[in-house]
T-cell receptor, first 112, second 114 residues
Framework: DGGITQSPKYLFRKEGQNVTLSCEQN?????MYWYRQDPGQGLRLIYY???????QKGDIAEGYSVSREKKESFPLTVTSAQKNPTAFYLC???????????FGSGTRLTVV | AQSVTQLGSHVSVSEGALVLLRCNYS??????LFWYVQYPNQGLQLLLK??????LVKGINGFEAEFKKSETSFHLTKPSAHMSDAAEYFC????????????FGQGTRLTINP
């Protein structure tokens, strides 16, 4: 079945370390997105990509980086420059020209 | 810039009662509007969406929402709550230009009392 796979589901890292969250989709969707979710703040857009080898910053891109080398994959790196990285991270994808996302099941990152 | 306000971070209703979750939006152009549901430690699932046409939109699990342009609202309703409806609900807006970015509200946690 088609869908979006985020791995791992839970991730623990020490402060000051970079960490990469995986997002893979087999839906043949063109666009992919990364959101951060914190209690009471809804979802905030980190980065998005509408085509391979191109991506744009969202509202809270500082301290994060992404790549889009393949249509199926959109990994997110949380760098040591991100001041408060502990959060629930959600990846989503959509078909170009349509509206409404398909979401992955999320990765909960805890930095200690 | 677009924005979404969900009135009430926590709503509690009895099983069998009406569910009403409120959403107001701000957009300079006619928006696309969405409701998503999230169960604990999971991703979001689309409940329903309004793009064009009929302003009363029916979704999954018996939910519906009505787009009211004059009130800039898109409230979510369900006539009779079920225990399985307990979850967090997010309203989102997207404009019709450029990238298909969604702007989400803060979320409303729905609790169902037996």
């Amino acid at each position: 079945d088609g869908g979006i796979t985020q791995s791992p589901k839970y991730l623990f890292r020490k402060e000051g370390q970079n960490v990469t969250l995986s997002c893979e989709q087999n839906l043949n969707h063109d666009a992919m997105y990364w959101y951060r979710q914190d209690p009471g703040q809804g979802l905030r857009l980190i980065y998005y990509s509408q085509i391979v080898n191109d991506f744009q910053k969202g509202d809270i891109a500082e301290g994060y980086s992404v790549s889009r080398e393949k249509k199926e994959s959109f990994p997110l790196t949380v760098t040591s420059a991100q001041k408060n990285p502990t959060a629930f991270y959600l990846c989503a994808s959509s078909i170009a020209g349509t509206y409404g996302y398909t979401f992955g099941s999320g990765t909960r990152l805890t930095v200690v | 810039a677009q924005s979404v306000t969900q009135l009430g971070s926590h709503v509690s209703v009895s099983e069998g009662a009406l569910v009403l979750l409120r959403c107001n939006y701000s957009s300079s152009v006619p928006p696309y509007l969405f409701w998503y549901v999230q169960y604990p430690n999971q991703g979001l699932q689309l409940l329903l969406k309004y793009t064009t046409g009929a302003t009363l939109v029916k979704g999954i699990n018996g939910f519906e929402a009505e787009f009211k342009k004059s009130e800039t609202s898109f409230h979510l309703t369900k006539p009779s709550a079920h225990m399985s409806d307990a979850a967090e609900y997010f309203c989102a807006v997207s404009d019709r230009r450029g990238a298909q970015k969604l702007v989400f509200g803060q979320g409303t946690r729905l609790t169902i009392n037996p």
